[in-house]
Structures are given as structure tokens and as C-alpha cells.
């Protein structure tokens, strides 16, 4: 077939070329194909693509006397994540990938749950001073020895976990492990480089204030939570006017303790990682870690005003027991799949979760919803679930009545088919799948997982657990998620917001 399409195009080619007066094989072409430059001793590489010898193999066919590597067995057991606890309580968590890179990550359990009222917005300014001078490096010397050796940093604050990352070449690893180290240990976080940091905070926030998925995202939490959960991630402008050197310096000196540490990573040697982090680690002070913050979910309302023509609204609920609620969690994280959503105009091209219920029933039936999307924040012992919509303020009680509907129903035995179940299933697991392809995600479900669980629960159980639900399953899930009390928040023209108690009504009323 190959052949044939070859002799089609042969007429079409320059009488040089074919002649071959100019093209010649090279020492290259040689090793390349030295099966084929044995047999074709004339006429050079094109004379062979275009011959009629019938003693040439066709490129469909392997080449004779070439060797080719041996073939992967049908079943390739998983790599083992081996763990090391150091004499001070530290955990040191790798997993061995081939290839020519390593990922590691330095995780500890700390964040804005943590902050009193002295340290609000300690955890958000200290994302921002990563990375930054240290007692053995400036600043500008850090980021020269990251792109010496082409590395990539990166540290992230969330509500329970601080997390400082990089990755780099393999053979660069203890330098990476030495450098995150440092930075985690020894900041210096001179008066200039925080006021510095704190002016660039303040710009953020300028810019969240007009994002309604983060503004909307930090009302829910401190609306619907009292405790731990209900304190702000972001510093606010208040917070910030309290926060120095001095501040940054008791926080990290409470909360960054051995036991509440975990060095994670991907593709590297665990004997090797221990070695090297040891030396650096163990003299860390084994501070007994503090009981975690207590955090309730009460529910409530929140409603900012904005000027814009339009009106965000999300309904929330409690997801039980958080991720050390395996089942409840798995539920939610497949409702989500399940209900999906978007914009009513899909950037992701065609199939972009097009099939799931929000998009089917919502944004191809009311052409005035401009988003619909289900979220979920689900941490250690507790979390939220619920529906974020968008649409024209005169539209927004037809919106909040469409949301509630379509939560009403997941959570009606009945109301979900199997093929829009499995689905929901597939789409998750190959989700997860994709994701850990990646040495930076791997790194980054070792250490958080040891963070919540004590230890890295294996991909093939959290599958067989998604494939193990049934229809009457995601019901019960859902139902058990809008038994608890509601969280409203709603950003923009808000005049039109239904009022609080008419909606969780509707959600009393199916109890």
C-alpha cells in the first residue's frame, strides 16, 4: 500500500533527484540503517526509498538484522513508595521513576488554620517570600543556582498545608534537596524584601477583589465554617499592616516543626534521598505537634455588592468526614464529574465535558446562563461541595431555582442513569490517571497524602473504589451532603438574590 502511494509520486519528483546525481547516504544514513545500506550499495537513500528491488524490504516491514528491544511484560507491578522517619519524628516519602528528572517537595502541615489573630495572612505572605534571602544565600544568588542547573521552583499556602517544590536534572537532587532545605530553614526575610512582598499582596488582592470565583471561593469558607476553616487564606489589607520580620519568624518557628514535615519526591533513589536529607533535617526540634484547629460547619449567607451587570451566585453544603472519609469523598469527587458544567461557550473544544448533567441540562436548555459549574474544597475532616452560576441579574432567581433543582436531583434515587454514572467514573479515574503521568503530581500526592493519612494509599484502590459505586451510592452521597445546612454567597447586582431561608426551604423540605 505504501509502495503504491511511493510509485504514484515518483513522477512528480525533479529528474536530478530521481536520477539521483547529488543525494548520497552518509555516515549517519549508515548507522541508522545498516540492515538496508548493505543491500543498496548504489544509488544513495532516495534510490532505496523509491527503488523497485524486490530483495528491499518496505518501510511497512521490519528491517532484517535489526534488533529491537524486548517488549514490556503484560502486567508491571506499580512502583513502591518507601518511607523513612527520622530520630525527630520527620517523614522522608520517595517513589522511583526512571527517567532523567527528579521531583521534590518539602510539605508541612501548616496554613491559614493555624493563624491566630496576630498572624492572619502569615501563611499567604509567606508563599509570597519563598525563595527568597537566606543566612547561606541572597536572593539573587538563589535564582542564579536554580538556572545554572535548570531547575523550576515553586511554593503554594492553602488552608491546612504549606508546600515549597522544585524540580530539576536527576544528578542534581541533593543540590535541590540542599536549596529547599535552606530555604524552609534558614530565611533571613530582611524589612526590605517583606515590605516589598506586602506591596505585591496588596496588588493581588486589587485583582482578586474583581475575580467572583475567588471572592466568592473565601466567602463560603467564612460564612459557612466557625473555627480554623472560617479564618481568611488571603491576607486582607488589615493583616497586613500587622505583619513584619518579627511575625514571619514566630509563625514559621511554631508551626514549622519536624514531626509536622514530610520530604516527598518522584524519581529518585530513597536510600539516596535519605543520605542526603539527614545531615540537613535531623537536628530539626521534635515539638510534639498541637491538636489540630477545630473547624464546625454551620452554614450562612454572604452577599457582596459590585458593580457589574451581572450576578454570581454558588450554593454550598458540607461534604461529612472530609478526605479521611474515604467513601464520602470518592462520592463527591465523581458527583462533581457527574454534574461538571462550564461556560456557556467551551473553550476545550469539542467533548470538553459537553455529556455531563449541568452542561446537558442547563447551558444547552437556558441560553441567559452564561456559567453553571459544580465545585468542591474537600480537606482533612470536612469540606464543601456545591453548584457556582452566572448569570444577568434579572435571570438570578430562575438561576438559584435551576441550581437547586439539579442538586435535588442527584440526590433522588433514580434520577441519575447508569450511562451518565459510569460516565462520571471514567471521566474521574482518567482524570487521576493523566495527572499522576506527572513526576510534579506524583510528588505532590506523596506528600499531602502523608500529611492527611500517615501514609500513600495506592491509585488502585482509589479506582477499584470509583468503580465500585453504584447508582444508589451517588444518591445517598448527595443526600447526606444537602441534609446539612446551607451556604449561600452571591457577588455583583445582588438586589435580585433570593433571600436566604426561601432557598434552604427547598433543601429542608426533601429531608
Given at each position: 500500500?505504501?509502495?503504491?502511494?511511493?510509485?504514484?509520486?515518483?513522477?512528480?519528483?525533479?529528474?536530478?533527484?530521481?536520477?539521483?546525481?547529488?543525494?548520497?547516504?552518509?555516515?549517519?544514513?549508515?548507522?541508522?540503517?545498516?540492515?538496508?545500506?548493505?543491500?543498496?550499495?548504489?544509488?544513495?537513500?532516495?534510490?532505496?526509498?523509491?527503488?523497485?528491488?524486490?530483495?528491499?524490504?518496505?518501510?511497512?516491514?521490519?528491517?532484517?538484522?535489526?534488533?529491537?528491544?524486548?517488549?514490556?511484560?503484560?502486567?508491571?507491578?506499580?512502583?513502591?513508595?518507601?518511607?523513612?522517619?527520622?530520630?525527630?519524628?520527620?517523614?522522608?516519602?520517595?517513589?522511583?521513576?526512571?527517567?532523567?528528572?527528579?521531583?521534590?517537595?518539602?510539605?508541612?502541615?501548616?496554613?491559614?488554620?493555624?493563624?491566630?489573630?496576630?498572624?492572619?495572612?502569615?501563611?499567604?505572605?509567606?508563599?509570597?517570600?519563598?525563595?527568597?534571602?537566606?543566612?547561606?544565600?541572597?536572593?539573587?544568588?538563589?535564582?542564579?543556582?536554580?538556572?545554572?542547573?535548570?531547575?523550576?521552583?515553586?511554593?503554594?499556602?492553602?488552608?491546612?498545608?504549606?508546600?515549597?517544590?522544585?524540580?530539576?536534572?536527576?544528578?542534581?537532587?541533593?543540590?535541590?534537596?540542599?536549596?529547599?532545605?535552606?530555604?524552609?530553614?534558614?530565611?533571613?526575610?530582611?524589612?526590605?524584601?517583606?515590605?516589598?512582598?506586602?506591596?505585591?499582596?496588596?496588588?493581588?488582592?486589587?485583582?482578586?477583589?474583581?475575580?467572583?470565583?475567588?471572592?466568592?471561593?473565601?466567602?463560603?469558607?467564612?460564612?459557612?465554617?466557625?473555627?480554623?476553616?472560617?479564618?481568611?487564606?488571603?491576607?486582607?489589607?488589615?493583616?497586613?499592616?500587622?505583619?513584619?520580620?518579627?511575625?514571619?519568624?514566630?509563625?514559621?518557628?511554631?508551626?514549622?516543626?519536624?514531626?509536622?514535615?514530610?520530604?516527598?519526591?518522584?524519581?529518585?533513589?530513597?536510600?539516596?534521598?535519605?543520605?542526603?536529607?539527614?545531615?540537613?533535617?535531623?537536628?530539626?526540634?521534635?515539638?510534639?505537634?498541637?491538636?489540630?484547629?477545630?473547624?464546625?460547619?454551620?452554614?450562612?449567607?454572604?452577599?457582596?455588592?459590585?458593580?457589574?451587570?451581572?450576578?454570581?451566585?454558588?450554593?454550598?453544603?458540607?461534604?461529612?468526614?472530609?478526605?479521611?472519609?474515604?467513601?464520602?469523598?470518592?462520592?463527591?469527587?465523581?458527583?462533581?464529574?457527574?454534574?461538571?458544567?462550564?461556560?456557556?461557550?467551551?473553550?476545550?473544544?469539542?467533548?470538553?465535558?459537553?455529556?455531563?448533567?449541568?452542561?446537558?441540562?442547563?447551558?444547552?436548555?437556558?441560553?441567559?446562563?452564561?456559567?453553571?459549574?459544580?465545585?468542591?474544597?474537600?480537606?482533612?475532616?470536612?469540606?464543601?461541595?456545591?453548584?457556582?452560576?452566572?448569570?444577568?441579574?434579572?435571570?438570578?432567581?430562575?438561576?438559584?431555582?435551576?441550581?437547586?433543582?439539579?442538586?435535588?436531583?442527584?440526590?433522588?434515587?433514580?434520577?441519575?442513569?447508569?450511562?451518565?454514572?459510569?460516565?462520571?467514573?471514567?471521566?474521574?479515574?482518567?482524570?487521576?490517571?493523566?495527572?499522576?503521568?506527572?513526576?510534579?503530581?506524583?510528588?505532590?500526592?506523596?506528600?499531602?497524602?502523608?500529611?492527611?493519612?500517615?501514609?500513600r494509599k495506592p491509585v488502585g484502590g482509589f479506582v477499584k473504589a470509583i468503580n465500585a459505586l453504584t447508582l444508589k451510592d451517588i444518591a445517598m452521597a448527595a443526600e447526606s451532603i444537602v441534609a446539612t445546612p446551607l451556604t449561600m454567597a452571591s457577588w455583583g447586582d445582588v438586589v435580585h438574590v433570593p433571600r436566604y431561608e426561601q432557598v434552604a426551604s427547598r433543601f429542608r423540605q426533601n429531608q
Amino acid at each position: 500500500m505504501l509502495r503504491t502511494s511511493v510509485k504514484r509520486l515518483r513522477p512528480l519528483l525533479p529528474k536530478v533527484i530521481r536520477q539521483n546525481r547529488w543525494i548520497n547516504i552518509t555516515a549517519v544514513q549508515r548507522q541508522a540503517v545498516p540492515a538496508v545500506v548493505q543491500q543498496s550499495t548504489k544509488g544513495g537513500f532516495i534510490s532505496w526509498f523509491f527503488s523497485d528491488d524486490p530483495n528491499t524490504p518496505p518501510l511497512y516491514e521490519p528491517l532484517p538484522g535489526a534488533k529491537l528491544p524486548p517488549a514490556l511484560p503484560d502486567s508491571v507491578e506499580p512502583s513502591e513508595t518507601k518511607i523513612t522517619t527520622l530520630a525527630n519524628g520527620l517523614r522522608i516519602a520517595s517513589e522511583e521513576i526512571s527517567g532523567s528528572t527528579t521531583t521534590v517537595g518539602i510539605y508541612i502541615d501548616s496554613g491559614s488554620v493555624y493563624e491566630n489573630p496576630t498572624y492572619y495572612g502569615a501563611s499567604h505572605l509567606l508563599e509570597r517570600m519563598a525563595f527568597k534571602s537566606t543566612k547561606n544565600r541572597s536572593h539573587l544568588r538563589l535564582v542564579r543556582e536554580v538556572e545554572a542547573i535548570g531547575a523550576n521552583i515553586a511554593a503554594s499556602a492553602s488552608r491546612e498545608q504549606m508546600a515549597y517544590t522544585g524540580d530539576s536534572i536527576r544528578t542534581y537532587m541533593p543540590h535541590m534537596v540542599e536549596l529547599l532545605v535552606d530555604t524552609v530553614r534558614n530565611p533571613i526575610f530582611y524589612d526590605w524584601e517583606v515590605k516589598e512582598q506586602i506591596h505585591k499582596v496588596k496588588e493581588e488582592l486589587a485583582e482578586i477583589a474583581n475575580n467572583p470565583q475567588s471572592v466568592l471561593l473565601e466567602a463560603l469558607h467564612s460564612a459557612g465554617f466557625t473555627g480554623g476553616l472560617a479564618k481568611p487564606l488571603l491576607a486582607t489589607e488589615s493583616s497586613l499592616s500587622r505583619l513584619d520580620s518579627h511575625t514571619l519568624e514566630s509563625f514559621m518557628l511554631e508551626n514549622y516543626t519536624a514531626p509536622r514535615i514530610v520530604l516527598a519526591a518522584s524519581g529518585v533513589d530513597h536510600e539516596e534521598l535519605v543520605s542526603v536529607a539527614d545531615s540537613l533535617l535531623s537536628d530539626l526540634p521534635a515539638v510534639s505537634p498541637p491538636s489540630p484547629p477545630v473547624s464546625e460547619y454551620v452554614g450562612g449567607d454572604w452577599r457582596g455588592q459590585a458593580d457589574s451587570p451581572n450576578t454570581h451566585v454558588a450554593l454550598a453544603f458540607e461534604v461529612p468526614g472530609g478526605w479521611r472519609n474515604d467513601k464520602q469523598a470518592i462520592a463527591a469527587t465523581v458527583l462533581q464529574s457527574l454534574l461538571g458544567g462550564g461556560g456557556s461557550f467551551s473553550s476545550g473544544g469539542p467533548g470538553k465535558g459537553l455529556y455531563s448533567r449541568l452542561y446537558t441540562r442547563v447551558l444547552n436548555q437556558y441560553q441567559q446562563v452564561q456559567s453553571c459549574t459544580a465545585f468542591s474544597s474537600v480537606y482533612n475532616d470536612t469540606g464543601i461541595f456545591g453548584i457556582h452560576a452566572t448569570a444577568g441579574s434579572d435571570f438570578v432567581p430562575q438561576l438559584v431555582d435551576i441550581a437547586t433543582n439539579e442538586l435535588l436531583a442527584v440526590a433522588t434515587y433514580g434520577k441519575v442513569t447508569d450511562a451518565e454514572l459510569q460516565r462520571a467514573k471514567n471521566t474521574t479515574i482518567s482524570g487521576v490517571l493523566m495527572n499522576l503521568e506527572a513526576r510534579v503530581v506524583v510528588t505532590e500526592d506523596i506528600g499531602r497524602q502523608m500529611l492527611t493519612y500517615g501514609k500513600r494509599k495506592p491509585v488502585g484502590g482509589f479506582v477499584k473504589a470509583i468503580n465500585a459505586l453504584t447508582l444508589k451510592d451517588i444518591a445517598m452521597a448527595a443526600e447526606s451532603i444537602v441534609a446539612t445546612p446551607l451556604t449561600m454567597a452571591s457577588w455583583g447586582d445582588v438586589v435580585h438574590v433570593p433571600r436566604y431561608e426561601q432557598v434552604a426551604s427547598r433543601f429542608r423540605q426533601n429531608q
